[in-house]
Every structure is written in C-alpha cells, then in structure tokens.
C-alpha cells in the first residue's frame, strides 16, 4: 500500500517531489491548450484544493484553480500529490480519523512543505511565464476541512509571508 512506501521516502525526497509537481503545475497554467483560454486570464490567487475526506477514500491529490480581474484563469488543473502527509489505514481511511488535532498538524506539515517548494522556484522560468497581475497569492485548501494563505510571490519572485495571527 502507498502508506507503506510514503514511510519510506525523506523529506528531502518529497519536496523535491512537490517541487517538480509546482513546476509541472507552472508549465500548464502558461499554456492555452490546459486553460482553456487563449489569450490566457492573468492570475491574481492560485488554490490547490483536495476533496479530502468528502469522497472515500479520501482524496489527496490538490488540482490547482487560478483566479484574477478577468475571473477564472484556469481550473482542475496540475496537481500536487500530498498524500505522504495525510496517512491511510487498510481501509482507505485517515489514521486517527476522529482525531481533528491529528489531521490539522497533517495539513499544516503539508502547508509547511509546499510552502518550501514555492520559495525554491518563486523565480523560475516557469513561474515567470505565468501571466500574472502583480503578486500571485497561494493557498492551500482540503474542503470543508483546512484552508491557509502560504504566501504571495511577486512577479519578481520575491516570496511575502502572510502576517502572523495574533
């Protein structure tokens, strides 16, 4: 079962992984033929959703959805796989599943990884090529469960962390 081989895999292994899944992800929010817009919609706020555990079993795989002044910019597409950070059980279900405790620090491991990955490519060619209108918020979001800002990076791919909550 994946459980088993995700307990085998470094964090160096997978934000490397969840690196080169932004980057992949990049490269299709630049590109008309996955947006469905051409000319393509400038981005202002990128979401990587996940049902979580609205379907059964829970899904993990966070698309990305874009949004600015024009609207949509693109929807269901890229994604990230963060299921390394939400462990299942035989059955298909979170470990510790009535645990809410358990599942916030799961998605705030998360929150924390992807949060690396977009700080090590805020300047890549393929963030760049994004249209964007000025900075470009990121969120990560498991329905009706977990929701949270982890940055805004500029055009210039200066990273800007939200203020901390007092």
């Known amino acids: 079962m994946s459980s088993n081989k995700n307990k085998n895999m470094n964090q160096d292994t997978i934000i490397k992984q969840i690196t080169s899944d932004l980057l992949e ?26 049902q979580g555990e609205i379907t059964t079993p829970p899904d993990l795989g966070f698309m990305g959805y874009g949004g600015g002044s ?10 990230l796989d963060l299921e390394f950070f939400f462990p299942l059980n035989e059955e298909g279900d979170y470990y510790r599943e009535d645990d809410d405790e358990y599942k916030e620090k799961c998605f705030h491991n998360a929150c924390q990884a992807v949060l690396q990955a977009l700080t090590a490519i805020a300047k890549s060619d393929e963030f760049q090529k994004i249209p964007k209108e000025g900075p470009v918020v990121f969120v990560l979001n498991l329905i009706d469960q977990f929701n949270k800002v982890l940055c805004r990076i500029h055009p210039d791919g200066k990273v800007e962390l939200p203020p901390k909550k007092e």
């Open 25 to 50: 992800s990049f490269t299709f929010f630049a590109d008309s033929n996955y947006t469905g817009y051409d000319p393509l919609h400038p981005v202002s706020k990128i979401v990587y959703a996940a």
């Open 70 to 79: 024009e609207g949509e910019a693109f929807s269901d597409c890229g994604v």
